[in-house]
């Protein structure tokens, strides 16, 4: 039997110096089920090293809401990964 | 969601700020005091000349999160209403890129409440803000939002 388990397709959001260094400002991606936002990053972080030195200053946000790294993503969850904020 | 009141106002905006009429859409019979926070562009950071900012957001989430604060400060203070907007985009020196006013009946309510409000939305707020300065350009050092999980991703 196949075991294949079947992707999870999520909305990636960048900001800030995460839009710069990826230069991406959003992306449809695929995930596989029972992934975490935390697995979700690592993956970004294997494609683009350079996340690696500022992982311990993001935040994730899921569906617009702060959410913990071992969150389990959702088939079309909206997901950002956040860097300090420095409004006002 | 969270209780505001129908008269507060929260926006993000493009172009220029008008604080006059920020105060003026808070200003009713029933209050006697209105604070004010008028926050704008300095012309040096840690020293160094700045000539420009330019601030973008994670919009839909920074209008949750701003009323958010106002939900807060309306549970928190006896007060009446509650205008809160940030600006976007390129900013010059002096410019105002965030306003807040606040009514209240009797001042010392407006007064806190209007500090929890700023204080708030510089550690919660999903806006950013990069720093042009003559020989280059940086994100500002922020703050690492306080309701952020304690868990760190795997490494």
């Known amino acids: 039997m196949p075991s294949v388990s079947p992707g999870i397709r999520v909305k990636v959001l960048f900001f ?10 959003e992306e449809k991606g695929e ?5 975490t936002l935390g697995d979700l ?3 970004y972080i294997q494609r683009y090293p350079q996340l690696a030195e500022f992982r311990a200053s993001l935040v994730a946000s899921r569906n617009q809401e702060f959410a913990a790294w071992d969150t389990r993503i959702t088939g079309g969850d909206e997901i950002a990964f956040l860097p300090p904020v420095s409004g006002g | 969601m969270p209780v505001t009141s129908e008269n507060d106002l929260y926006e993000l905006v493009r172009s220029t700020i008008d604080p006059a009429a920020l105060v003026r859409h808070v200003r009713a019979g029933q209050d006697g005091a209105i604070v004010t926070f ?7 950071s840690h020293g160094r000349a700045t000539k420009y900012l330019e601030y973008e957001a994670y919009e839909p989430m920074a209008l949750a999160k701003m009323r958010e604060i106002g939900a807060q400060i309306h549970e928190r203070f006896a007060i009446h209403r509650v205008a809160m907007v940030h600006r976007l985009g390129r900013l010059d020196i002096g410019e105002t890129s965030v306003f807040i006013a606040i009514s209240a009946p009797h001042r010392a309510a407006a007064f806190e409440a209007c500090r929890f409000a700023i204080d708030t939305l510089k550690r919660t707020v999903p806006i950013w803000k990069k720093e042009h300065f003559q020989d280059g350009a940086i994100w500002a050092d922020g703050e690492i939002p306080p309701a952020a999980p304690k868990t760190k991703p795997a490494s």
């Open chain 1, 41 to 43: 990053l690592e993956r």
């Open chain 1, 16 to 25: 800030g110096r995460v839009r710069e260094l990826t230069g991406l400002r």
């Open chain 1, 31 to 35: 995930i596989s089920e029972g992934a």
């Open chain 2, 38 to 44: 008028d926050g704008f562009v300095r012309n040096e």
